[in-house]
């Protein structure tokens, strides 16, 4: 062997990718992976439960970890099914993350991260995580055919379908089986023959109110295709009209599961100040304003311009609401919005509120904060700084709004610690 073939033999430090690898799986993480560990280097699996014995295809190699799918599974857990949907494999449809699992222990997963966030970058303790009781509660309607809103991607021959795990290749498919019935119906995707020649994304909506509806994106640019271009949703006791292009809760039983939750861990008192912060359409807005009543005041902030139309429209019959089209950071650090304010609903893009917002937040003085996340890791990030500015999380209920997935929804009580 020459002095250049020991040189490579010693820069490959490990599995390569595309090798398969036997792995023991441990504990999960987020991101829908479970970790395991070949020759010291960790590798985060998908497909896989903990404890599991799998063999594994490399798909991407790191410095200091690989990503694996687990292709074979040679010792399997106790939690694990056979997923519903042909393309919830490896190498095919990345939408779904969890269809292998049980539901019960899909919501258990969830709890496992969220407590794991709260603990590594959230910084509570054991005792604290204790007090919380973590728990993942399921939504009525079952794990299939929930999502009321799909959005489709385009490949060069004009075939709609879901992407590929951390990809851009498009996989076509003939159904979503979590999509909601309606939208499976659709005559979108390529078994029916139809094709998008000129659609980067085809997105679709199912609404709580009754209506389907289909855009076409070309170059970010949405076309109606069919059904009404703006659609009617249900909440809180009211109707919602809003562009079919607008943000809206992808399970419809979410909106209230939120709301209810967000009212009981705040408790708004008549004639009380209230705001609702990255307000959208004004959801939890039109119920603060309720508990507050005619004497109470809620200021709603909203960036995004259909966002902001959208509240002033529909919360037009509430004049003790106010809509403030600004980013939130840029509301409160130039005082568009001002305290004394007594409770907060916080509910923040992915990546969460961030620490400037927080501290002008505290800054305000309310009694209480909702904190409404969609991201644990980011929920954790902000509860550190809530928790540094003298604050603690009181109370933490999570929702599985997003059932055969990673992802989790989080509303976190936070509270002076005085």
Known sequence: MSDVDIEQEDVRMGPEEAERIELTVGAVAPGGHCVARVDGQVVFVRHALPGERVLAE???????????????????????????????????????????????????????????????????????????????????GGPLGWRSRVRYAVDAAGRAGLLKHRSHEVVPVDRCLIAHPAIQDLPLLAVSGTRWPEAEAVETIASTGGDVAVTAFAEGVPTPVRGPGTVREVAVGRDWTLPATAFWQVHPAAADTLVTAVLE???????????????????????????????????????????????????????????VAARVETALARRRITGPVDVVVLDPPRSGAGARVVR????????????????????????????????????????????????????GLLVPAR
């Open 58 to 140: 490399v798909t991407e190699v790191h410095r200091g970890f690989l990503r694996a799918d687990a292709v074979t599974v040679l010792e399997a857990a106790a939690q694990r099914v056979e997923p519903p949907c042909p393309y919830a494999r490896p190498g095919r449809c990345g939408g779904c993350d969890l269809q292998h699992v049980a539901p019960e222990a899909q919501r258990e997963w969830k709890a496992s991260v969220v407590r794991e966030q709260l603990t590594r970058l959230g910084g509570l303790t054991g005792a604290e995580l204790d007090a919380l009781d973590v728990r993942v509660a399921a939504l009525p």
């Open 265 to 323: 861990l705040l408790e708004p008192r008549i004639g009380e100040t209230a705001w609702d912060l990255y307000g959208g359409a004004g959801l939890f807005a039109a119920a603060l304003a309720d508990r507050v009543g005619p004497t109470g005041r809620v200021t709603l902030v909203e960036s995004a311009e259909e966002g902001v139309r959208a509240a002033r429209e529909n919360l037009a019959d509430l004049d003790r609401v106010e809509v």
């Open 360 to 411: 002008d937040l505290v800054a305000a003085g309310p009694r209480a904060v909702a904190y409404v996340a969609c991201d644990p890791a980011a929920f954790a990030r902000d509860v550190r700084t809530f928790t540094g500015a003298g604050w603690r999380l009181a109370a933490l209920r999570g929702f599985d709004l997003f059932p055969m997935t990673q992802h989790v929804e989080l509303v």
